[in-house]
């Protein structure tokens, strides 16, 4: 006779109880807003992702509009070429006929992207090179912790202790009103800078964890066989402990992509200064922000899932270890 599931670990009512808790909460934000006679205002959202501009040609000069090797002019008193015109354009007016000085000749609408497809762009670049700068201070910094050498020792932990002491909020004011300053250094520059340093001393911190969890006979067997211990840490020690460290390596440049929505106080147009932006000028906050969220959420989605296919991967070759 088959075991019987207690209803509570079955997982379709499970899954089905779980789905009613958030239809639920759900509603309650949605009758919080409804009692607040707020007025969703969801049809204005697309707009923010692209939008289609019209272009309109107007006429330089009085006269007639002639076509000669494929390009418009306008002859007059003198024959003046009309620029950015081309058959793409929906005329107003045929060749040949006049036209007056400032009538538009032609126009066209153009898809452009909007503020949040911008936004979204400037906050995975800004996230892309931040990493980047977090795994190179990373791995430095903690090679530097398990020196021999007294003073990088020192050096590294007295840049760990500090940056990991302070906020990340203050250390992007500190940087980019003293720093970027001082160097002349662009303010996403100096966002990148801000966040790479600050995640590159907790990178640090879990690199030399990971590297001290591996076995030393390994380090010792390398040098027997005529390894130079550069060469043993590139080759042996650092892809294992990277292995090991994986899954929280993944947890932080999920909270990397999270955490580089405060650079938008230092006026960068990221996601989060966009949102903002968009609040201001249309007074939606509740659509606005459900939609940053979803984006971020999105983001940090996709990173988690690929961080997962590496931990099978590496798995299915023989373990993390």
Same mark, same amino acid.
């Given at each position: ?13 499970? +899954? ?12 309650? *934000? ?21 939008? #289609? ?5 107007e006429a ?14 306008? /002859?007059?008193?003198e ?6 015109l081309?058959?793409? *354009? ?7 006929? #006049?036209?007056?000085e ?7 609408e153009?898809? +452009? ?12 670049k800004?996230?892309?090179?931040a990493?980047?700068l977090?795994?190179v201070i990373?791995?430095i910094?903690a ?8 003073f990088l ?5 007295v ?7 302070t906020?990340?909020l203050v ?5 980019? *009103?003293?720093v ?27 690199l030399?964890?990971?590297i /001290?969890?591996?076995?030393?006979? /390994?380090?010792?067997?390398?040098k027997s ?14 892809? /294992? ?17 999270? #955490? ?6 230092i006026?960068?147009?990221?996601l989060t200064?966009?949102?903002?932006e ?7 906050? *509740?659509e ?6 979803l ?12 961080? +997962?296919?590496?931990e099978?991967?590496?798995?299915a070759k023989?373990?993390?270890?």
């Amino acid at each position: 006779m088959a075991k019987r599931i207690p209803l509570g670990q079955n997982k379709t009512v499970g +899954h089905f109880v779980a789905l009613l808790f958030f239809v639920a909460v759900g509603y309650f *934000f949605y009758a919080a807003a409804a009692n607040m006679n707020y007025v969703w205002k969801w049809n204005s959202v697309p707009k923010y992702f692209a939008y #289609d501009e019209t272009i309109s040609i107007e006429a330089p000069i009085d006269g007639k509009l002639v076509l000669e090797s494929n390009k418009y002019f306008i /002859q007059g008193d003198e024959k003046v070429e009309v620029t950015n015109l081309d058959s793409s *354009f929906s005329f107003d007016y045929e060749v040949g006929e #006049d036209v007056y000085e400032g009538d538009y000749i032609a126009s066209k609408e153009e898809l +452009h992207a909007g503020p949040i497809l911008s936004g979204l762009w400037v906050t995975l670049k800004i996230s892309f090179f931040a990493m980047l700068l977090t795994l190179v201070i990373g791995i430095i910094v903690a090679l530097m912790k398990l020196s021999s050498m007294i003073f990088l020792q020192d050096i590294a932990t007295v840049y760990i202790t500090i940056i990991r002491g302070t906020p990340l909020l203050v250390q992007i004011f500190l940087f980019y *009103f003293i720093v970027a300053n001082i160097f002349e250094l662009e303010r996403m520059v100096a966002g990148i800078l801000s966040l790479g340093i600050f995640f590159g001393a907790y990178m640090a911190e879990i690199l030399r964890g990971a590297i /001290q969890s591996i076995d030393k006979g /390994q380090l010792e067997a390398a040098k027997s066989l005529g390894i130079s211990n550069f060469q043993a840490m590139r080759h042996i020690i650092l892809p /294992q402990a990277f292995k090991r460290a994986l899954p929280t390596l993944v947890g932080e440049t999920i909270a990397l992509v999270k #955490d580089s929505s405060l650079v938008s106080v230092i006026s960068i147009t990221d996601l989060t200064k966009v949102g903002k932006e968009i609040v201001a000028n249309t007074f939606s906050p *509740f659509e606005t922000w459900i939609v940053i969220a979803l984006l971020y959420l999105s983001i940090t989605s996709i990173l988690s899932l690929i961080g +997962h296919r590496l931990e099978k991967r590496m798995a299915a070759k023989g373990g993390m270890s």
